[in-house]
């Protein structure tokens, strides 16, 4: 099955960048200012994006380098998917390896989806880097469907 | 073996679009500056990085909504696999679905290039809606690799 990978670089610490990716209000600072739910083993996490959005439940929190969440409510193609970050700091950065995996067919929403990521961790980079990103709804656009 | 996708919106012309995937003046405004070489049916186009870079065979130019290219020199991870870009006008919008295909193995580089896909088409729409790209040596940087 297809996954979307992406790779981010940070200059920032693997503790920092474990807080952006965990504690809700630093979640609400780069993917969407929507952000609620309980960020713990089996907790649910809510990201809405307007109308829609999805429901992850939190399966793996490491702070020693990865964060893994499963896709429980949401668009058809997302729901079973999982959601994996995993870091680790090499000198002055912290590298993060990004996974959206379990896409059943490479549909031109997960074309859309794909490029989406991108700029959201491009959005979690500059909120660590420069104290502000750009979560939803302010985020680059990419195409029609915004 | 894992693909890497992507989709940008342009608002632009079918026409617009397809010179800016196969002109060397056009493909050296948004992926990198230095781009010389030959963008007929069996050309090489070089793509030029500094001291590396990608040479592509020209496999398909189709004004109706294809162009690929594959990899015959560059990076070892690189060679063999193909790119291409599918595009058809809707209303306002030539909407681009890329794909990098042929990887071998998901390693940290392919991570890496697919997130470096998605800033250098977001360059490719800027070139096409303003008038302005930001091809390499200026495109956003990612990671600690640049």
Redesign the interface.
């Known amino acids: 099955m297809?996954?979307?990978?992406?790779?981010?670089?940070i200059k920032s610490s693997q503790a920092d960048v474990y807080k952006a990716l965990t504690a809700i209000e630093r979640l609400s600072g780069w993917w969407t200012t929507t952000t609620e739910g309980e960020s713990k083993i089996g907790g649910v996490l809510r990201f809405r994006f307007g109308n829609g959005g999805f429901d992850m439940k939190v399966l793996q929190l490491d702070p020693a380098g990865r964060v893994l969440w499963q896709v429980i409510d949401g668009p058809e193609e997302w729901i079973g998917t999982t959601i994996s970050f995993d870091f680790d700091q090499?000198?002055d950065?912290t590298?993060v390896?990004?996974k959206h995996a379990g896409w059943k067919e490479?549909v031109?929403f997960?074309?859309?989806c794909?490029?989406k990521w991108?700029?959201f961790?491009?959005s979690l980079?500059s909120l660590l880097e420069t104290g502000g990103g750009a979560p939803w709804p302010n985020e680059?656009k990419?195409?029609?469907?915004e």
Chains 1, 2 share one sequence.
């Open positions: 297809p996954d979307i990978l992406h790779k981010i670089g090499r000198g950065w590298i390896l990004f490479p031109e997960m074309h859309h794909s490029t991108a700029v961790l491009l980079k680059i990419i195409d029609s469907w």
